[in-house]
Structures are given as structure tokens and as C-alpha cells.
């Protein structure tokens, strides 16, 4: 059974930045893309970043390009998700999400076959 767990929340101030990290186990990593998405109370959850299962193409949120940066490290079966000039807005619980290479919709959550149990980013103004 695939399993996610993801770290590196906290609080940071507006301007910030934060390394979220995912760790995959109990499958073959190499076989699924990952992604990052976040949610806020009463919302729906959003798509924020998503790589290839080789580390190659990636995908972002409009509204994050340039700021975020997805990795991964597949001798690691790690994802990591750089955020650099967070906002207050972006307070949300962020998390890691896999989808088996079979299939890739990068950008809907409901594609996603795994999903870590979250971590919290505050940001204060």
C-alpha cells in the first residue's frame, strides 16, 4: 500500500519561504507522478504544482509560477515543493498526492490515486 507523508509546514512571515517535503513508500516510485495541492476550510482543494514520475515535465498554478518549484528525487522517493514569496492568502494545508504513470491529469485532484494526510503553512502578514 502507497503511503505519503509529508513535512515542513509551519509559520512563516508574508515574503517568506518554506521546503515542503513528501516521502513515498510501498510502491514503486519511479510508476507515478506526484503532485501538491492545498485547501482551505469551506474550499475545495487546489491544484498548486505536479512532476512527472522521471522529473520531467512539470506543471504549476498560474498564479504561482515563479515563486513555486516542484523537484523530486527518485533514489530518495522524495517530492519536495519550494515556496518562496508566500502570502498570507496561501495559508492552507498543503499536500502530497500521487497518480500512477498509467494516467496523468496533472491539475485534477480527483486523479490522484494517493494522498498524504497533509501538513499546515501559516502565513502571517
Known amino acids: 500500500q502507497v503511503h505519503l507523508v509529508e513535512r515542513g509546514g509551519g509559520k512563516v512571515q508574508a515574503g517568506g519561504s518554506l521546503r515542503l517535503s513528501c516521502t513515498f513508500s510501498?510502491?514503486?516510485?519511479?510508476?507515478?507522478?506526484t503532485g501538491w495541492f492545498r485547501q482551505t476550510p469551506g474550499k475545495e482543494r487546489e491544484f498548486a504544482a505536479s512532476?512527472?514520475?522521471?522529473?520531467?515535465?512539470?506543471y504549476y498554478a498560474d498564479s504561482l509560477k515563479g515563486r513555486f518549484t516542484i523537484s523530486r528525487d527518485n533514489a530518495k522517493n522524495m517530492t519536495y515543493l519550494e515556496m518562496n514569496n508566500l502570502k498570507p492568502e496561501e495559508t492552507a494545508v498543503y499536500y502530497c498526492a500521487a497518480e500512477g504513470r498509467s494516467k496523468w491529469f496533472p491539475r485534477w485532484a480527483d486523479k490522484y490515486d494517493y494522498w498524504g494526510q497533509g501538513t499546515q503553512v501559516t502565513v502571517s502578514s
Open positions: 512532476i512527472s514520475w522521471s522529473a520531467g515535465p512539470t
Open positions: 510501498g510502491g514503486a516510485f519511479d510508476q507515478y507522478a
